[in-house]
């Protein structure tokens, strides 16, 4: 496959995945936003959810304060910020358009009108009781995306750099809520390990729709322990990073069966692999969830820059 096809793919599967996990990002800041607050943590929730996004700069240097409706719109509809709802969906349906014969009929016709029934929503007639309908509804289409990718592609390399892209976005976005939530919401550093707001924990989870699943597994009240542990280390929770990993790995190995070589990507994918299935979350804790988490995402930057140049993507 050439690069520039192999790079359409990879970063359409990302846009798509950035898009739903905006969507999960913008709905835990709405409804902790809804919570009542007193003083400067009023806003609290936002700035996460900004930093969580990886625009917080960008948003101050527009808005300059902090507003519900400024960062929704901000966040949901403003085609100048690249990982806005609207950008995401413009760039993975132009990566779309750009490699049509490369997707299945169902794969486009679910994106192209899920772009063109985005179009369709008026930001400044928007009332606050149709956020929530919205964001369900974005996920709901990246669902369908999803679907019909892994129900109508051949699993070939057309289907493993999109698995790429979706793994390795999914990856990169639990580990930056985690880190960013598990660190704004605290009100201070000396509190972290102990009981906090319960409303707080569930917008974590909730985040990577996790919040039912949890209580399943744990049938207990949150603990930022288990939460930690179910979000990094638990392999059956499929947005931990121990799951992507896992995916992220297999994945290569068919690229590298396909090709007939194995590249240092491969082998990077294996070593965080290997990192998660001997990790303990109560040496995690000890060493620092924050240096784990910053570490694992370098890790994760790597593994997407070595596929890039094993693949040739800018060629």
Known sequence: MLGRTANDLYWLSRYIERAENMARLIEAG????????AGDDRNQEWTSTLESAGCAAQYHAKHGT??????????????SNPSSIHACLATARRNARAQRT??????????????????????????????????????????????????????NDTYFFSQLGTFLERADNTARI???????????????GSGVDNAQWEAILRSVSAHRSYRWVYKDSYRSWRIADYLILN????RSLRACYGEIESTLDDLSSLYGEEMPCAKTARSTLALL?????DTIFQSGLHEFLIEFIARNNRVAHEISEAYHFNS
Do not use: C, H
């Open 66 to 79: 902090l507003d519900t409706r400024n960062v929704v719109d901000f966040l949901l509809f403003d085609a």
């Open 102 to 155: 490369a997707l299945t009929r169902e794969m486009w016709e679910s994106l192209n009108s899920s772009w063109l029934e985005f179009q369709t929503i008026k930001p400044d007639t928007l009332r606050p009781d149709a956020l929530p309908r919205i964001l369900d509804w974005i996920k709901e289409r990246s669902a369908a995306y999803r679907g019909a990718l892994l129900n109508t592609i051949l699993r």
């Open 277 to 281: 299935d001997k990790g303990d979350i």
């Open 30 to 37: 709405y409804r902790i936003a809804l919570l009542p607050r």
């Open 178 to 192: 985690l880190d960013v939530k598990y660190y704004v919401l605290l009100p201070s550093t000396s509190m972290i």
């Open 235 to 238: 392999r059956a929770m499929p």
